[in-house]
């Protein structure tokens, strides 16, 4: 006779899907390398402005710098939409509502369909998209993640850091570019090394007001986080970018 299966629940997997620190669902997964913990990566950076030590094992996690040792987890993500009907509707709508709430205004005026961070409503591309050409004419710039909220951000070289490879590190042409708000910094690093030709083992650093940002952050996150929350009411948002330095 065959054996007959018992009928999991959602609640019998409750351990593996929830955050230790909020004890709702895990939302974008953040795991820390040194001791394989995971988190809500809300949860886990707003932690880390505080204490440099694993909040479940109490592990250090890095002397100065823990964000660093963060890695989203993109595959538990789809496995916890999959498990737990209607989150993924419910986390793409929240995020809609707030960027409409959070959306800058131009003269009082906003247009949601836009949807630019940084951007006069309305207003023309910004020189060099990190996802068209260098040409700055805008044309193909909407084709490319349509949906997206878009970002526009000025890259400045962050100069007089006593780094041997500083010279090597420049000016872009074009500084401002408008992306998808969801890019990362690690991506933003790949722009940099092909705008600046530098070689594929060349690390830069890339900050925002003088911090560090940990390469899974996106510019949506760093925006709400590092730059507005922080008084920053010019635009668009400045990322500085150098050399890494390596701190032995």
């Not at 209607?86 to 709508?93: A, F, I, V």
């Not at 890339?206 to 925006?223: A, K, P, S, W």
């Amino acid at each position: 006779m065959a054996a007959t299966g018992r009928k999991h629940l959602v609640r019998d997997f409750n351990h593996f899907i929830t955050c230790y620190l909020c004890r709702g669902y895990l939302i974008k997964p953040t795991t820390v390398t040194e001791c394989l913990h995971t988190f809500c990566k809300s949860c886990i950076v707003q932690h880390f402005e505080e204490s440099n030590d694993c909040p479940k094992c109490g592990i250090q996690v890095h002397e100065t710098n823990p964000l660093e040792m963060l890695r989203l987890d993109n595959t538990l993500e789809e496995i916890i939409f999959k498990l737990v009907p209607g989150l993924r509707e419910k986390e793409e709508q929240q995020e809609v509502d707030f960027w409409k709430k959070n959306q800058p205004k131009e003269n009082g005026q906003e247009n949601p369909r836009r949807q630019r961070l940084g951007l006069p409503d309305g207003g023309g591309g910004v020189d060099g998209g990190a996802g068209g050409g260098d040409d700055g004419d805008g044309g193909g710039d909407d084709d490319y993640h349509r949906s997206d909220p878009q970002i526009a951000i000025c890259l400045d070289c962050l100069r007089n850091t006593g780094q041997s490879g500083e010279s090597t590190v420049t000016d872009l042409m074009k500084r401002f570019i408008r992306c998808s708000s969801r890019v990362t910094v690690g991506t933003i690093k790949k722009f940099l090394s092909l705008k600046l030709k530098l070689p594929s083992s060349y690390e830069l650093d890339v900050l925002c007001n003088g911090e560090i940002m940990g390469r899974d952050h996106t510019l949506e996150f760093i925006y709400m986080t590092r730059w507005r929350l922080r008084g920053e009411n010019t635009y668009p948002m400045v990322l500085e970018y150098r050399p890494r330095i390596d701190f032995g």
